[in-house]
């Protein structure tokens, strides 16, 4: 092989190196958990794999695992993520009476959440076009929908679904 081809070569590889890591990093991105809010489902410094491509041509749905921007702010002033789970799609109508979710009047069976129940009480509301109503599943502990800080969260906010925890290794695997 000649010294021309040789380098076409390489530069083709690092060409296609370059787009690859582009697609990988626009469409997924790591992220390391900060809080128990989504406890047992998900633990602090677990290290997830956020998915974006599912909502760029749909909408997320009940039970999503999704991870948002908020108008919260960091120690360094940066806007924080939050990761929460869907619970109600515009247009829903959400109540919590006697540590009981529902929506649309039907109680939501929730085996994931920390204590099996959910404290507070939320008059009936409806969810606002182009928004969600989130929360985390360890419900004493989250801040989420219920709060006035966070609220319904802007479709707009979503920066994807939470696919793969890859850490610690002993987890690895999808998250449903």
Do not use: C, H
């Not at 900060?34 to 997320?60: C, H, Q, V």
């Not at 993520?81 to 979710?101: A, H, N, Q, S, T």
């Not at 599943?137 to 989250?142: A, E, F, H, K, Y």
Request: glycine share 10%; charged share 25%.
């Amino acid at each position: 092989m000649s010294q021309g081809n040789t380098i076409k070569e390489w530069v083709k590889t690092i060409i296609i190196s370059i787009i690859i890591a582009f697609i990988i990093t626009t469409f997924i991105r790591p992220t390391l958990v900060k809080g128990y809010s989504m406890y047992p489902t998900i633990d602090e410094y677990d290290y997830l794999i956020i998915n974006r491509i599912p909502y760029i041509a749909d909408e997320p749905d009940y039970g999503d695992i999704v991870v948002f921007k908020t108008n919260q702010l960091t120690i360094d002033g940066s806007e924080k993520d939050l990761i929460k789970r869907v619970i109600g799609l515009p247009g829903d109508i959400i109540e919590i009476e006697k540590g009981v979710v529902y929506r649309n009047g039907k109680a939501l069976d929730e085996p994931y959440i920390y204590g099996g129940s959910t404290p507070g009480e939320l008059d009936p509301t409806v969810v606002e076009e182009g928004k969600l109503f989130v929360m985390g599943d360890n419900r004493p502990n989250s801040l989420d929908s219920r709060d006035e800080r966070v609220g319904e969260v802007p479709m707009s906010s979503i920066q994807g679904k939470v696919m793969v925890r890859l850490f610690p290794f002993s987890k690895i695997g999808t998250i449903e």
